[in-house]
């Protein structure tokens, strides 16, 4: 039998290659078998025990605890002030004195009205007793002396009336020195020294004053939450702590004393207001800050972040990496989100390591690997 050279150079070369592709494919068939599905890489946290406090947000306002608008209670012309635009005063401080002299007149005409009304009274007391003996004795008629009777009682009470008018004229000269109502800080004068000032008037004031330490903020929390604040404010651990928009400074030192008797039926909100010492008068009448009111404490709830927990029609639920690296879903109870972290009432247990992200590409019973998450560029 001769056999083709040309055959057997093609069989040379075709041989060696079709090993290999066996080899290759024998390969592929045993991978399987030997390492399993790959394990999906997951992030994870521990679920863990603490205290976490309930809190309400809000956006609130400083006020003034007082502020008191200076008004004159007489008419007048301002003679001296006695106080600089932004100075802190205490009460009692004077602040603006009215021109005295038209006060002082009056008061010393008062003064002599009340002289001459004593005088006719005491004349008329004497008259009085002189004529009630001669009526013991039967001297005088009855009519006459009943007019002495009625003399004296007249300028009597003519006395009392010249003494309420010097007391009132006393009352008018003491408005000409004004005085600081509460102690506080004072705006922008309104007036200055020459103008005529009228009494009470409407128009015109003379500063006004804010008190600064202590401080009010009043901010709103929704309906919902009355009933646990109303509990906390009976308890007296409604604290407040508020932050500044502008300087990120927080204070967190205030405590609710007051809210509103009714709810906002448009808004559906309630009032509060919170009084902080304000020592260092940071908090100013006016600005808006962020509120956090305290209301109470869940002691060793179960904590993990809210990104572990899923949404699904049996409710929520969170995959938990075991120790053998399988995953499990459970069905859980969610107490309340707080920040980025959730809550949990029942299903997971402190120590526990659950799966923060790359949920949906897994399965129960599949294999996770926790990674760790790529640095940020």
Request: one cysteine or more.
């Amino acid at each position: 039998m001769k056999i083709d050279r040309r055959s057997v150079h093609l069989l040379s070369i075709l041989c060696p290659l079709l090993g290999a592709a066996l080899l290759v494919t024998a390969g592929c068939r045993k991978g399987p078998a030997r390492g399993g599905p790959s394990a999906v890489p997951v992030q994870v946290a521990v679920a863990t025990q603490q205290d976490v406090p309930r809190q309400i947000e809000a956006i609130g306002t400083v006020q003034a605890l007082r502020t008191v608008t200076v008004k004159s209670q007489v008419d007048g012309v301002v003679a001296v002030i006695h106080f600089q635009e932004g100075q802190d005063v205490k009460v009692g401080d004077p602040l603006v004195t009215l021109d005295r002299r038209p006060f002082e007149n009056s008061l010393r005409s008062a003064r002599a009205d009340l002289a001459n009304a004593r005088a006719m009274a005491d004349q008329a007391k004497a008259d009085l007793d002189r004529y009630s003996r001669l009526d013991q004795q039967a001297v005088v008629s009855k009519e006459e002396y009943v007019q002495y009777v009625t003399r004296a009682e007249t300028t009597a009470a003519q006395v009392q009336a010249k003494e309420a008018a010097v007391a009132n004229a006393e009352l008018q000269l003491g408005y000409t020195e004004i005085r600081a109502p509460i102690s506080g800080r004072t705006g922008q004068r309104l007036l200055h020294e020459g103008a005529l000032v009228k009494a009470n008037d409407n128009s015109f004031s003379l500063v006004t004053i804010n008190q600064l330490a202590p401080i009010a903020v009043s901010f709103g929390v929704p309906e919902k939450s009355l009933d646990e604040i109303r509990a906390a404010y009976a308890a007296g651990r409604a604290m407040v702590s508020v932050t500044e928009r502008t300087t990120g400074h927080t204070r967190s030192n205030g405590k609710v004393e007051f809210i509103d008797n009714t709810v906002d039926p448009t808004t559906g909100m309630v009032t509060l207001k919170a009084i902080f010492p304000n020592d260092d008068v940071e908090l100013w009448p006016g600005q808006f800050v962020f509120v956090v009111l305290r209301v109470g404490t869940d002691a060793g709830a179960i904590v993990v972040p809210s990104t572990a927990v899923q949404t699904s029609q049996n409710g929520s639920t969170i995959f938990v990496l075991k120790p053998d690296s399988t995953v499990e879903l459970r069905t859980v109870k969610v107490a309340r989100t707080a920040g980025d972290n959730t809550l949990i009432a029942e299903g997971i247990r402190a120590g526990e390591t659950v799966v923060t992200d790359g949920q949906l590409r897994l399965l129960p019973g599949m294999k996770a690997e926790p990674r760790a998450l790529p640095a940020a560029r």
